[in-house]
């Protein structure tokens, strides 16, 4: 009876599992080349009008990568390697072709106290030298923390810088404060200057850069190709990735509501969302931890054409997002297993290219 017993249960999982994997969205037939070996952790990239790339490599390497050679770029700022933070994102100034402004994020020890906090820099290049070295905004205070940095740069079509900073580790101090740094996505002109129309320029004793409050570390920032909407993810705690759009003044909820709940498996919240919270357009439970993002909008992938592409730290896939408006109805995970997805960007070239650490930076071929 025992026995007839166990074939049984073993035969309920063995169907379970079958059906567990049917249900799996898994893309069978992708390919991808590897463009850019050997990398360690290419915490961004950006593409040079001459289909080139600046990568940054977060141990602070900046390194251009053309005619399949890498060379380094010198005359970075002092970058601290602390935890999480150290040589982070790179964007091209709009009209590059014309002013050559490189834009960047990094943990920086500027300041009086021991640690270091995120800084955004502008620069150029010339001579594979950075020269014109402008420091536009530094968080404070630093400290010795070593999670939470953010941080994603982009540019809008009229021409703003936004950037992210994550609580640095300071949840209940930070995110749901204006008058510190920390939780928040951040509004400046090209060159530093804070707008007036920003959202808290005129709230006494707030960040005047401040756009946004409440979140918790955002490592995914893209402009919507059609909409021209921010759309941003930032990683959750045990459960509770998000998904946002970014709205001007709006607050993002962290802590004091949230789908996750705290490492050791405590209620951070009771509350999922609450009056005057911004709720996310998607969120997951369990956490991938999300890091680097795309739309798609070339044709080199018909089918995917208006996909939204988020790369998974935690297990080692690109989640390909299926939208309908501002709606995720459903996710298939490809390039699985390749390594931890750091960064994604679409090439001038229209094809999709994934930093993936200790992997390199590799194209994703359409599926034929």
């Known amino acids: 009876m025992k ?5 049984y249960i073993i035969i309920c999982l063995i169907s379970i599992l079958a059906c ?10 992708e390919t991808y080349q590897v463009v850019v070996p050997e ?12 289909n080139s790339m600046l990568i940054t490599e977060k141990k602070g390497s900046l390194i251009h990568f053309k005619d399949g050679k890498k060379t380094l770029i010198e005359g970075l700022p002092e970058i601290e390697l ?10 091209l100034h709009p009209d590059y072709k014309n002013n050559g402004w490189i834009y960047f994020s990094y943990a920086s020890p500027e300041g009086e106290e021991e640690g270091c906090n995120t800084a955004i820099m502008r620069a150029q290049i010339k001579d594979n030298q950075l020269i014109n ?3 536009l905004y530094k968080a404070s205070p630093n400290t010795s923390v070593g999670y939470h940095f953010g941080s994603r740069i982009v540019f809008d079509k009229e021409g703003y810088l936004y950037f992210t900073i994550g609580d640095r580790g300071e949840e209940d101090i930070n995110p749901q404060d204006l008058t510190r740094d920390g939780g928040k996505v951040y509004r400046l002109f090209d060159d530093g200057r804070i ?3 920003n959202p808290f320029y005129n709230t006494p004793n707030a960040k005047k850069a401040i756009y946004t409050y409440g979140n918790r570390n955002p490592q995914g920032m893209k402009i919507h190709p059609e909409t021209g909407e921010i759309w941003s993810h930032e990683h959750g705690p045990k459960g509770g990735d998000e998904i946002n759009i970014i709205k001007a003044g709006e607050n993002y909820g962290w802590p004091k509501v949230s789908y996750g709940v705290n490492y050791v498996g405590t209620k951070i919240s009771d509350y999922t969302t609450l009056p005057g919270i911004e709720p996310p357009i998607h969120y997951w439970v369990p956490s991938i931890a999300p890091s680097g993002m795309a739309f798609i909008s070339s044709d080199k992938y018909p089918d995917w054409k208006g996909n939204l592409l988020v790369g998974s730290l935690k297990f080692q896939y690109v989640s390909r997002c299926i939208l309908k408006g501002d709606e995720v109805l459903s996710e298939e995970k490809i390039l699985e297993g390749l390594g931890r997805v750091r960064s994604i960007e679409q090439g001038p070239d229209g094809f999709i290219y994934v930093g993936i650490e200790n992997l390199g930076i590799v194209k994703l071929i359409p599926e034929k």
Not at 3 to 7: E, G, N, P
Not at 39 to 50: E, R, V
Not at 82 to 91: K, N
């Open 82 to 91: 602390l935890g999480q933070g150290g040589f982070m994102d790179i964007e």
């Open 3 to 7: 026995l007839r017993y166990s074939s």
């Open 133 to 135: 070295k402008e420091l």
């Open 195 to 197: 707008p007036e129309n």
């Open 39 to 50: 990398l360690n952790i290419p915490w961004g990239f950006a593409f040079l009008p001459d």
């Open 20 to 29: 567990a994997q049917t249900k799996k969205k898994t893309a069978s037939k």
